[in-house]
């Protein structure tokens, strides 16, 4: 987790995360597990260490959106009542995936067993990286532009607009 840029991790650090932070996730995975979800490695070492957090962008225009909100570590906003976004996601993307938390838009993220990290809401599919600190690093410095994945809703026009990756 040292590979953070300075200004990540002095936002990691002010939102009260730290090396070595291991939160007991258990309540959120007996809460998901009930709804079908299922809690692998790479998703339960990112709630360990950044779960509860609310980290604040460090940048706020990126170069095709504005990233004006909070990426939420919170996976019951996520993915609570939600699990046909995690079906959803298997289907458009494969794999296996399990909510993460929030970001733009109140748009559900979640963590692919590989690590991939995406985010899903208002009928798109967003890329966020391509495990979980190139997702957080994304999120707080909008550093690259917003990719548009997939077009989940009928008739939807990609957002932001381009080519869809």
């Not at 289907?91 to 991939?116: I, K, Q, T």
């Not at 391509?130 to 809703?153: G, N, Q």
């Amino acid at each position: 987790m040292s590979g953070f840029p300075d200004a990540v991790l002095h936002a990691l650090e002010q939102a009260g995360w730290h090396p070595g932070r291991c939160l007991d996730i258990s309540a959120w995975e007996a809460e998901l597990a009930a709804e079908g979800y299922r809690l692998r490695p790479v998703a339960a070492g990112a709630l360990r260490s950044f779960g509860g957090l609310q980290l604040p962008p460090v940048n706020r225009a990126g170069p095709n959106f504005a990233n004006d909100e909070p990426l939420t570590v919170d996976p019951i906003a996520a993915g609570a009542g939600h699990h046909e976004l995690a079906r959803e996601l298997a289907s458009e993307l494969g794999g296996n995936w399990y909510p993460l938390g929030e970001w733009l838009s109140s748009a559900s993220v979640f963590v692919e067993d590989s690590g991939r990290v995406v985010a899903t809401g208002l009928g798109w599919l967003w890329e966020l990286g391509e495990s979980v600190e190139e997702a957080i690093v994304f999120a707080l410095t909008a550093h690259r532009p917003l990719t548009s994945l997939r077009v989940v809703a009928p008739g939807a026009p990609p957002w932001p607009p381009g080519p869809v990756k």
